[in-house]
């Protein structure tokens, strides 16, 4: 249970720091940036845009209530649109220099 909860910490702060990332570092880490700057962002796969994995991007879930009957609603974890804006890159599609070690190995 702990782990769990130092794990959304740890997300937590990490897109903290991608939103409030100062200019300044992005300048001390421009020479090594350069280099893989314009690599596609992986979660994203360089749409700016990730997937909604509860409806699997289609906005709606269907629910089965059972006796053959189902319901189909709008997703409540995308509020119907399907997709969020890729947290890692803000929607640049460009994979950030300071993520690019992060592990998404469970991201099917
Ligand atoms: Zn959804
Ligand atoms: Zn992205």
Known sequence: MSFQ???ISVG???VAVGIGIPVFYESQIDSA????NTQPCFPCNGTG???CRFCTGSGTVTVELGGGEKEVSNCIN?????SF???TCQGSGIQPRYLDRREFKDDD
Not at 78 to 82: A, D, K, M, S
């Open 5 to 7: 909860v130092v794990a």
């Open 12 to 14: 937590l702060v990490s």
């Open 33 to 36: 940036a350069k280099r893989d």
């Open 49 to 51: 845009a990730q997937k």
């Open 78 to 82: 995308c509020e119907g649109v399907g």
């Open 85 to 87: 804006t890729c947290t």
